[in-house]
């Protein structure tokens, strides 16, 4: 029965009236990992992968057994018999590799140490291993028939945001399928491809997986053939050289030059490039019902907290969105969307993308988006700058203690300016107050209108100036900067010394190296100037006391934001100081990385050695 | 219920006691104290600090062996209606604690930064302030609490080593002082000074282990006491016996004698910030840990509604007194009701513990 009028006004007011206690949602905290341990030969595992090798190789054998009976049952032709030949060919090489000897070491786990089987099914297997497929969707393998006499399987391992794909077509597969009439019998198959097949002109025969692995990551191609305890190796490179432009916001003195494009598979091939390891996976995930935007995960396998790198995935695949476009994905991921501080880095810098990497982060590029997203970040990422470390450690960390200077003075130098010329003026020395009061004897506004005034003025000359740039833009900063300024100051509206304090809160603002984090302080400041204005410093006290609260309640993918410094961690000499780098040897640890460490206590192992010991290879 | 925060460390914990426990000396509590004991002012704090940590450790060695906080140990200790008489305790001292504080930093505003505005205007301010982050939780509060307090520490001696010219080891000749009897006597009183240090047995369900508390409480009255008794050693030094017991602001009088040169003196306006922000921190605590307790008394789901009418409430009765010495007097009134539960908490539920103990090995 439905509810009269009486029944729901009472229920109304009893709505209104009594609390009722949010759901509230569990929030996600990262946890420590322990990282796995390697498995030893004694170990179950390395005994399943020894039975695994073994049992395909027996699987083969029947296979090949039961053709030789069907084809010798018939009529065989030359043809088939070759083929026969060729199989068994295949199968006396391999049958080397099942010694028990070998096979117990290569069985036991897939290293890039081990030697190129004549089985391609143990070479995929390998590759599968090695390059961490199926997650690693970056690396394509696309297996084959050679329709050569007899056929033969293969297949082809490569990069697909490193390679020339016109390459591919033309010059490896378009030959391949037409080598109808060689005869693979006559010797080594991998000769005869590249002195006969293959009209490319660099190409290289190997024997072990880590010639592989370099190869593919430099943007080659590779050619492995059942039978062949080998692999070729084809140039084909073909990432992006010139068209990438030089970063336009995060610009640097020294190091990197380079700066993300619009496309998705060349901003991988960058950061490929630069981390040159196959533990590098790169997963990629479609957003926006309409849009079907790919948004590509990328991150170290053996570092990445396999509990944040979960998280970060959950939050991209469960977003219900029609259209998503460049810049849009941060807030749908976010951890405090209302909170205007930044809780991901956002940079179009490869280089930044891949030290972070290294340290254990998770980088998100979108495709159409030249901003790489990292996560999860500190309070204390936001001010750091990638010049940092090209710089010298005094260089470095002197410009870091200038940028959190100028974050803390963009934020509360108008409201302390405020707050003393409102309430307490006796903190100032007699000479100074003169200067200022004679300074505003003419004023007919309170500071805080003057100050107001200015700070709007200059929002307005920063907005129009970005959205006129070139040209324009730079008049609009000389006519509203200085022009402006100079009018207001002789029109006897606006004191120098209101000038002179904006200006140097504008110019530290502009220090700090996040745009948006400029943009946040910017925000605050307004409010922190009229509690000034309400109550002096207290005010100022207690607004800065309710801003580290709010800062210290904050995470960006379950680590909190001021951390390492609240709650304290172990920060590695990269937080407010910049250690020299030699001495940076452990990864952040509130990123619970799976391995801690990322280089010896003593990385400048020519410092002990004496300079006429010989060292070099 | 939501309200336990997530897991505090050492750092969180001492930031907490540090923060509750330290605020004090923005207050009169150096005059009081060099009221009783005269030169001999800067030895009461060890010997205070000495009482409560034999009190304390006393209190964490019971819950060594019994799981859950103070309260839960003495609810299996003692019984259910012995737990609720204890959180009624508590939340009387930690209230109390707030509103008194909220007035004598009301009154510090009034007499320091702000003649001209009217009290109940502070008073709301800092009760809004104490709510807004007590609202966001205790976990943050510490947290911002730690970030704060090396500056603070840093200000301070850097403050006394700009009066060192100023300093007078006569003014703390022992002849000049009391005996030791007194001493002792005003040492065990001024116990009362580390109440605030039972929100770590209070809130233990909220940190890492039982290690975490014992280290928390050791470090913190360690680090609390090393920084008053140089304070008051410094401030007995600088201003002697008879000025020193008649300031009502000491430390808002230390600085103002700063003079290095024309530019760098009255740094005392600079310290109002640290002043404030400690201020509002040891309120915003207390009235959290009054919510907090409220709450576990009459199992509710969660603390933040009764932030705001606690707070009003508090603004109320922090206005009763009629000036800051009434304040200060009603300060020392209350400093008899902690010494209840200083003393004789720990020493019930160490004794129940041990007949528990000696009931079980009969039993066995």
Redesign the interface.
């Known amino acids: 029965m439905a509810d009269n009028s009486f029944v729901k006004i009472v229920k109304f007011i009893k709505n209104l009236l009594i609390?009722k206690?949010p759901v509230?949602r569990h929030p996600f905290?990262l946890e420590e990992t322990k990282p796995p341990k390697p498995a030893s030969p004694s170990e179950p595992i390395s005994s399943l992968n020894e039975l695994k090798t073994t049992v395909r190789f027996a699987y083969r054998v029947e296979k090949a057994l039961r053709q030789t009976q069907t084809i010798l049952s018939t009529n065989p032709t030359p043809d088939k018999i070759k083929a026969i030949q060729k199989e068994l060919q295949s199968l006396e090489l391999q049958i080397k590799e099942t010694s028990p000897i070998l096979l117990s070491y290569t069985a036991r786990e897939k290293t890039a140490d081990n030697g190129i089987s004549a089985s391609l099914e143990e070479n995929i297997t390998t590759i599968t291993k090695l390059f961490e497929l199926p997650d690693n969707n970056d690396f394509i393998i696309r297996q084959l028939f050679i329709p050569m006499k007899p056929a033969l399987k293969a297949a082809l391992l490569f990069s697909k945001t490193l390679v020339d794909k016109k390459d591919i077509n033309s010059t490896i597969l378009s030959p391949l399928f037409n080598a109808k009439n060689i005869d693979s019998l006559t010797g080594d198959v991998l000769t005869i491809l590249t002195t006969q097949v293959l009209p490319i002109n660099q190409v290289k025969t190997v024997r072990d997986f880590n010639s592989v692995l370099k190869a593919v990551q430099a943007g080659d191609t590779v050619l492995f053939v059942d039978g062949s305890a080998g692999a070729v190796l084809i140039e084909t490179k073909g990432f992006e050289h010139r068209g990438i432009s030089i970063p336009r916001i995060e610009q640097t003195i020294r190091g990197n030059q380079s700066s993300f494009t619009d496309t998705l598979l060349i901003n991988i091939s960058m950061v490929r490039l630069s981390l040159r390891t196959p533990d590098l996976v790169v997963d990629t995930i479609t957003i926006g019902t309409r849009s079907q935007t790919d948004c590509a995960v990328l991150y170290l396998k053996s570092v990445a907290n396999p509990s944040l790198l979960q998280e970060v995935k959950r939050r991209i695949s469960e977003i219900k969105t029609d259209y998503l476009g460049a810049g849009m994905l941060e807030q749908f991921i976010e951890d405090h969307p209302s909170i205007p501080l930044p809780q991901i880095l956002s940079t179009e810098r490869p280089d930044r993308v891949t030290s972070h990497l290294a340290e254990g982060r998770i980088a998100i590029l979108v495709d159409g988006d030249p901003f790489a997203l990292i996560a999860p970040i500190s309070f204390f990422t936001l001010f750091h700058s990638p010049e940092d470390f090209t710089l010298k450690m005094p260089a470095g960390l002197f410009n870091r203690v200038l940028r959190l200077l100028s974050g803390f003075l963009s934020m509360v130098f108008p409201a302390i300016y405020i707050a003393?010329t409102y309430?307490?003026l006796?903190?100032l020395?007699?000479?100074l107050v003169l200067a200022i009061a004679g300074a505003r004897e003419r004023i007919p506004f309170p500071s805080l209108i003057e100050i107001a005034f200015m700070e709007i003025s200059l929002e307005f000359i920063r907005e129009a100036g970005l959205r006129k740039p070139g040209l324009l833009g730079e008049t609009l900063g000389i006519v509203g900067g200085i022009i402006l300024g100079q009018a207001v100051v002789s029109a006897n509206l606006i004191s120098p010394i209101t000038v002179v304090i904006v200006a140097i809160t504008a110019i530290a603002s502009f220090a700090i190296p996040d745009f948006r984090v400029g943009m946040a302080i910017r925000q605050v400041r307004f409010l922190f100037e009229i509690i000034a204005a309400m109550?002096?410093?207290?005010?100022?006290?207690?607004a800065?006391?309710?801003y580290?609260?709010?800062?210290?309640?904050m995470k960006s993918f379950g680590v909190?934001y001021?951390s390492p410094?609240?709650?304290?961690t172990s920060s590695g000499l990269d937080v407010i100081a910049r250690g020299p780098i030699y001495r940076q040897e452990k990864r952040p640890d509130e990123l619970g990385p799976l391995a801690a460490k990322r280089q010896p206590s003593i990385s400048r192992k020519w410092s002990l050695k004496h300079p006429k010991e010989d060292g070099t290879r | 219920m939501?309200y336990n925060p997530?897991k505090m460390?050492v750092?969180?914990g001492t930031s907490l006691v540090l923060t509750t426990n330290f605020v004090i000396i923005f207050v009169s509590v150096w005059s009081l104290i060099i009221e009783q004991a005269a030169t001999s002012a800067w030895l009461i704090p060890p010997i205070a600090a000495l009482a409560f940590a034999v009190m304390l450790m006393l209190l964490l060695s019971v819950m060594k062996h019994i799981p859950g906080d103070l309260l839960e140990v003495t609810a299996s200790l003692l019984g259910n209606q012995a737990a609720k008489l204890f959180t009624v305790y508590f939340i009387i001292t930690f209230y109390v604690y707030g509103i008194l504080l909220l007035r004598q930093f009301s009154e510090n505003?009034l007499i320091t930064?702000?003649p001209t505005?009217d009290i109940t205007t502070?008073c709301a301010?800092?009760a809004l302030?104490a709510v807004?982050?007590s609202y966001?939780?205790i976990?943050?509060?510490a947290?911002?609490a730690?970030?704060?307090i090396p500056f603070l520490i840093i200000g301070i001696f850097l403050l006394l080593l700009l009066l060192h010219d100023r300093f007078n080891l006569y003014n703390l000749a022992p002849w000049l002082g009391v005996d030791i009897s007194v001493l002792l006597t005003t040492g065990m009183k001024e116990a009362s000074l580390y109440h605030s240090f039972f929100l770590i047995p209070l809130l233990a369900a909220s940190f890492q282990n039982r290690r975490t508390l014992r280290i928390t409480a050791l470090l913190g009255i360690a680090l609390s006491t090393l920084i008053r008794t140089i304070t008051i050693f410094a401030y007995t030094g600088i201003f002697g016996v008879a000025v020193g017991k008649e300031k009502i602001l000491p430390f808002f009088e230390l600085s103002r004698l700063v003079f290095i040169s024309?530019?760098i003196?009255?740094v005392e306006?600079?310290f109002?910030?640290?002043?404030?922000?400690f201020g509002?921190?040891a309120i915003a605590i207390s009235l959290y840990m009054t919510a907090y307790l409220l709450a576990r008394l009459f199992n509710l789901?969660?603390l933040r509604?009764l932030l705001l009418p606690l707070a009003l409430v508090a603004v109320q009765l922090s206005l009763l007194p009629a000036d800051v010495a009434t304040t200060i007097e009603y300060s020392q009134l209350a400093q008899h009701f902690e010494l209840f539960g200083i003393f004789a908490i720990p020493a019930i539920l160490f004794i129940a513990n041990l007949l528990k103990g000696n009931e079980k090995s009969h039993v066995q």
């Open positions: 609390y206690v509230t905290v003393i309430f307490h006796e903190a020395p007699t000479d109550l002096g410093l207290i005010g100022v006290g207690s800065i006391f309710v580290i609260v709010v800062l210290c309640s909190p001021m410094i609240s709650p304290r | 939501n997530g460390g750092a969180e505003t930064a702000i505005i502070i301010w800092f302030i807004v982050v966001i939780g976990e943050p509060i947290r911002a730690y970030i704060i024309r530019f003196q009255r306006t600079f109002i910030i640290f002043w404030a922000i509002l921190a789901p969660s509604p």
